[in-house]
């Protein structure tokens, strides 16, 4: 069983940065591949990172990709989500997910775990 906890959402102005941090409970986070996903009001859940478990590998939606960094702590049970040069149609809850796999997925069902999701918003 894996508990997860995100962080440092908020309100941003476009071309802002801001840092997303998911704590997760449990001793064997460090064999989840951990991604992050988002919801806009009236849109479905999509992908937007995800990483292996050891850190090396990664793997960003096209509509992020080279604005935002997925990272983890392995020692601190924590994965990270750095998003830069922020659009208001970044407008989102963001979620981090867990999956029992070693494999950089990228479909929501294959992920086990769910935080409860921050919100972030962009402003224009």
């Known amino acids: 069983q894996v508990q997860l906890v995100e962080s440092g959402g908020g309100l941003v102005q476009a071309g802002g940065s801001l840092r997303l941090s998911c704590a997760a409970s449990?001793?064997?986070?460090?064999?989840?591949?951990m991604g992050w996903f988002r919801q806009a009001p009236g849109k479905e859940r999509e992908f937007v990172a995800a990483?292996?478990?050891?850190?090396?590998?990664?793997f960003y939606a096209d509509s992020v990709r080279g604005r935002f960094t997925i990272s983890r702590d392995n020692a601190k049970n924590t994965v990270y989500l750095q998003m830069n040069s922020l659009k208001p149609e970044d407008t989102a809850v963001y979620y981090c997910?867990?999956?029992?796999?070693?494999?950089?997925?990228?479909?929501?069902?294959?992920?086990?775990?769910w935080g409860q999701g921050t919100q972030v918003t962009v402003s224009s």
């Open positions: 449990g001793r064997t986070f460090s064999s989840y591949t």
């Open positions: 997910a867990a999956a029992g796999t070693s494999a950089l997925v990228v479909r929501a069902r294959d992920y086990d775990y």
């Open positions: 990483i292996n478990w050891s850190g090396r590998s990664t």
